[in-house]
């Protein structure tokens, strides 16, 4: 984590982006996230997420997109909405809305309802809470959620801080997913756990797998 006393939320949003502007080998980055995420959420035999489209200085996933559609998967994408969105299922053709963030068209399907949430950040500060671009948007969608999934926070490089930046309404990552860390929360006020790679060792070592009785895992 940065050694960086920083004394507030944009103070550290404009230093992690700095950094992540800057950022050379991308390509290849992305393809190491690829790699982990479509295993891990193989081995949580997710059946519904929520992923998204990305802008450039965000994680590319959308080969993972087409993973999961391959495993049938149900994948939904947010649909911008006010100060907010909406999740909508990932379909072609997509469009330039919001942004400039590529969006499939709206739909007015119930709320569906979703194992795993992959969400990008910007930074993640002490409280194990997300930065992000300062407006909102996942926070005000998770706080619509009668029943809050597993969230994955996902970015090129490690962009964190010991300084407690967020508030009480910022979401919070069960597990944090940057090519070459993996910081896994455990429990309310529990220690982290720190893997330079994902792979089945460290799965059995963190013990964050619960098997369930359809034969699914959760965290």
Known sequence: MEKIKFESKSHFRAFA?????????????DKVLQRQLSSFLFHMRVRSILLYNPLAIEADIRSV?????????????????GISFKMVEWRLPLEKRVFNILEP???FKLKPKIDLAVVPVIGVDGAFKRVGFGKGMYDRFFQTLAKKPPIVFIQRELCMTQSRLSEEHDIAADIYLTPYHTIIKRGENGPRVVSRRWSRIS??????????EDGSRKL
């Open 203 to 212: 799965q059995r070592r963190c013990g964050i797998f619960h098997r369930q």
């Open 17 to 29: 982006r700095a950094k992540l502007e800057t950022l050379n080998g991308c390509y290849r980055r």
């Open 65 to 81: 997109i087409h993973t999961c559609r391959r495993r049938k998967c149900k994948v939904y994408v947010p649909f911008m909405e």
């Open 105 to 107: 068209k709206n739909s």
